[in-house]
């Protein structure tokens, strides 16, 4: 099956600096990538998603970029706020016979120091 | 409009005991999932209706949990003689229609603790 690995695991940066999260995957069928950011005490919420027929999407100060020959994906943040910080979640799904099922990484800790 | 509703948002019991945890999909979703998540970890896949039927339950991790969804609509997740290793938050998703790129829309949880 698939396969996420996520890193870094805690990210700590100052206010109005970028961050950047990388996830990796295993199965080359997968087609959908999205990302989800989780606070304290919430579900998952999506915030950006890309599909394999794109290599970037942008929104806003948030991008993914999709690089489907290495099997990666990053989320970018620009100008970051403190209410940025929370756990940022990547996915990958579409893949295999289970094509419905996402695959998530372990997740990332942002902290947007002010 | 409304997303995805759980409830309880949370649950105490104790061991052996049962529990149902309720899912409100996003009105006119088709499809609905079941995730668990436990501390410091991403969401796991535990099931997968589309419509009233199970399509996919392979994530379920024994025979002690079962979820139905009678009418299409709402969920529900049952785990039957709970054991401490159930304690985690139990996440609900929809989408409006099946398939791998359909964007997942997830509720707040039910956080459930066995004591």
């Known amino acids: 099956g698939e396969n996420v690995e996520q890193h870094p695991s805690t990210l700590s940066v100052q206010e109005g600096d970028s961050a950047v999260i990388k996830c990796t995957y295993s199965d080359s069928a997968s087609n959908y990538f999205p990302w989800y950011k989780q606070e304290l005490g919430k579900g998952p919420q999506l915030i950006i998603d890309?599909?394999?027929?794109?290599g970037e999407k942008k929104d806003q100060r948030i991008a993914v970029t999709l690089n489907k020959t290495a099997k990666h994906f990053s989320l970018h943040i620009t100008e970051t706020q403190p209410e940025d910080s929370a756990v940022y979640f990547c996915a990958a799904g579409g893949g295999g016979g289970s094509n419905y099922k996402l695959t998530f990484g372990k997740g990332t800790l942002l902290t947007v120091n002010p | 409009g409304a997303g995805v509703s759980q409830t309880p948002s949370n649950k105490v019991t104790e061991k052996g005991k049962y529990v149902e945890l309720r899912c409100d999909p996003i009105s006119g979703h088709t499809a609905l999932y079941w995730y668990r998540q436990s501390l410091g970890q991403g969401p796991e896949f535990l099931i997968y209706?589309?419509?009233?039927?199970?399509?996919?339950d392979s994530g379920l991790p024994n025979d002690r949990f079962f979820a139905v969804r009678p009418e299409g609509s709402v969920s529900t997740l049952k785990i039957q003689r709970t054991e401490r290793g159930d304690s985690a938050v139990y996440l609900c998703?929809?989408?409006?229609?099946?398939?791998?790129?359909?964007?997942?829309?997830f509720g707040p949880g039910t956080r459930l603790l066995v004591l």
């Open positions: 998703a929809s989408s409006l229609n099946a398939g791998g790129r359909e964007t997942q829309y």
């Open positions: 890309i599909r394999s027929n794109v």
């Open positions: 209706f589309q419509g009233t039927g199970a399509a996919d």
